[in-house]
């Protein structure tokens, strides 16, 4: 389970419960200078993807040998699978609220100004007089200052997932080749429509079924960016992600073994 920016694991507790009960092992875990996690002096959100995420998915391999693997990423959880070395070893993911970062994805308006001012202004000016971000702000934990400042560069870069000079960081896209669940919400302001849609250009490899919901349709009053992994969400919605991952991971599996016994 990858988190989004800055949200501690014990927020998916509830959900992770759920996908328990109905028979998955489920691994939560925080990044690097998040939770209950140590905070190395220079972290960054490229840590976060490619050492933290890279490691908890050979720690689930090991916990699990021999059985397919999904991945579930919240926000920034789904924006960096291209950063783990291993990121083949997946059968399946669901991403919620994944979306491309770079503030021009945002509908004109207050909404793209405010992107603008926490990518160009907010975090760096805080950043610099406090030495953190405050995370009440976008609703999450507090980020030390280079998580923050390196969150802030991919904001600024037009392919915002990117290295120290704002080019492109996909070290390993090509390998993201299994299916993905894109999930977005009409109600929900920090990953619009046009955003998520921009974070499929970095799975090109990958199947993709997108599917774009007003909360209506999973039986909610409101589910914003947040609200899916909240204790009131319809359970309903849960189970159709358990369903569609054990359809996809059984299928793995049992493709795996097909090709062992033929080896």
Avoid at 18 to 46: C, K, M, N, Q, W
Avoid at 126 to 154: K, V, Y
Wanted: proline share 6%; aromatic share 12%.
């Amino acid at each position: 389970m990858n988190s989004g920016t800055g949200i501690p694991r014990q927020f998916y507790g509830a959900f992770a419960n759920h996908l328990a009960l109905r028979g998955f092992a489920v691994l939560t875990y925080d990044y690097r200078a998040i939770g209950g996690s140590e905070a190395p002096p220079a972290a960054t959100v490229e840590q976060w993807g490619a050492v933290d995420q890279a490691s908890m998915i050979e720690h689930l391999a090991r916990l699990r040998p021999g059985a397919a693997l999904g991945l579930i990423g919240h926000s920034f959880g789904g924006q960096v699978l291209g950063l783990a070395d291993n990121i083949g070893d997946i059968a399946a993911a669901v991403l919620i609220c994944s979306q491309s970062g770079h503030w021009r994805h945002w509908p004109r308006g207050r909404r793209r100004l405010r992107m603008l001012a926490l990518w160009w202004l907010l975090i760096p000016s805080l950043t610099a007089a406090t030495g953190r971000f405050p995370g009440s702000w976008i609703g999450t934990a507090n980020l030390p200052a280079t998580i923050a400042r390196s969150w802030a560069r991919w904001g600024r870069s037009p392919h915002y997932v990117c290295d120290a000079r704002g080019r492109p960081l996909r070290p390993h896209n090509d390998d993201v080749r299994f299916p993905i669940r894109l999930v977005s919400f009409s109600d929900d302001p920090v990953a619009p429509f046009g955003a998520v849609e921009a974070l499929r250009a970095y799975y090109s490899e990958a199947p993709v079924e997108r599917r774009h919901l007003a909360p209506i349709d999973l039986g909610a009053e409101a589910i914003g960016h947040f609200g899916f992994f909240r204790k009131s969400m319809p359970r309903g919605a849960w189970d159709a992600i358990a369903a569609w991952f054990e359809e996809r991971l059984l299928g793995a599996r049992d493709s795996s073994r097909a090709s062992s016994f033929a080896a």
